[in-house]
């Protein structure tokens, strides 16, 4: 499935609500179908099939994760209900279009959002391009990381806003695996069944104050860390339905036309690796976001373009979809 967080409208106000993207252009509420499913399945009172429903499948995404596979087989079972097995009550609002919908981040609040630089490229050309060098060795040795700020992600088709004290603001092109298990100290082959799935992650760098952070030994910081500066989305592929996460095509478009191609393959670190690394002596969570790092001329930084207010950047990563969003001024 493609699951997505969205949110809507209610009297109390917004609300947030999990999806299944059905027909390419429609959403399925998950845990309105699993009400309707209880509606004709079992006599029940609308109000105690509500409250099934809403613990049958969370309309929160971490709650949603956590409930593991029976949570994941009720969803799927609501959404069949919905699409093959007849009408839904006209007072059920189960189906929304795609366009109307304002989306959130996949995972709207991750317990850790963890970044890596996974592919060899992107450093060699980064380093290069920042007048650090070649490679540190020791990057070969084991898949190193910074922890982001799970406060500042935003979605697919938001605004990402300019931070106020940088002047060169640079896309990147990632892959995110979504943490399904809780497990520490997990094996490396046994680490694929710990991802839930996949999402494109576009993680904004303010160059300037990176490379003026980064020389002194530490960061990055306020060079990743500003409001919507980390995008998620525009929604998860469940694992078993992205079998090869390395077999996929990745392209980076700004205002339409393609800038870069790279290719999931290259990727020297692979997310079974990094969950091994990461869960020595610590416990990884469901609902954990960590990302790729850049893929290979992924970066503005590597091609020797930069981004301007106004342009649209599309990520695009083949078997997952499409991240867009406008980068603009605050205040112009």
């Known amino acids: 499935m493609k699951l997505l967080s969205f949110q809507i409208q209610t009297p109390d106000g917004p609300v947030a609500r999990i999806g299944a993207l059905a ?80 989306l959130l981040p996949a995972v709207p609040r991750p317990p850790m959002f963890r970044d890596f630089m996974a592919f060899e490229e992107h450093v060699r050309k980064s380093a290069q391009a920042m007048g650090l060098g070649e490679v540190p060795k020791m990057w070969y040795a084991f898949p190193v990381y910074y922890k982001g700020n799970v406060h500042s992600l935003a979605a697919h088709g938001d605004d990402v806003l300019w931070p106020s004290y940088s002047r060169l603001l640079d896309f990147e092109l990632e892959m995110a695996a979504i943490i399904g298990r809780r497990g520490s100290d997990i094996p490396e082959e046994r680490a694929r069944e710990h991802i839930f799935g996949y999402t494109v992650l576009n993680d904004f760098s303010a160059r300037d104050v990176q490379g003026q952070e980064m020389s002194v030994g530490l960061g990055p910081a306020k060079g990743k860390d500003f409001r919507t500066g980390t995008v998620l989305g525009p929604w998860i592929v469940t694992a078993d339905e992205l079998p090869d996460p390395y077999s996929l095509r990745m392209t980076v478009r700004v205002n339409g036309e393609v800038w870069s191609e790279g290719h999931s393959g290259t990727i020297h670190w692979r997310f079974e690796q990094m969950i091994a690394h990461a869960s020595r002596s610590e416990t990884l969570y469901p609902g954990e976001v960590f990302g790729s790092g850049t893929v290979g001329r992924g970066c503005g930084l590597e091609l020797g373009r930069w981004l301007k207010p106004g342009d649209v950047v599309e990520l695009e990563i083949e078997g997952i979809g499409v991240l867009r969003n406008r980068v603009v001024r605050p205040g112009r």
């Open 23 to 102: 027909d390419g252009d429609r959403v399925v509420d998950l845990t309105s179908a699993c009400h309707v499913q209880l509606l004709r399945e079992q006599s029940c009172d609308p109000r105690a099939a509500a409250r099934i429903a809403r613990a049958l499948v969370p309309p929160d995404m971490v709650a949603f994760i956590e409930g593991g596979r029976k949570t994941l087989e009720a969803a799927r079972q609501a959404l069949d209900e919905v699409l093959n097995r007849g009408e839904v009550p006209e007072e059920m609002r189960v189906f929304y279009p795609l366009q109307s919908l304002k």
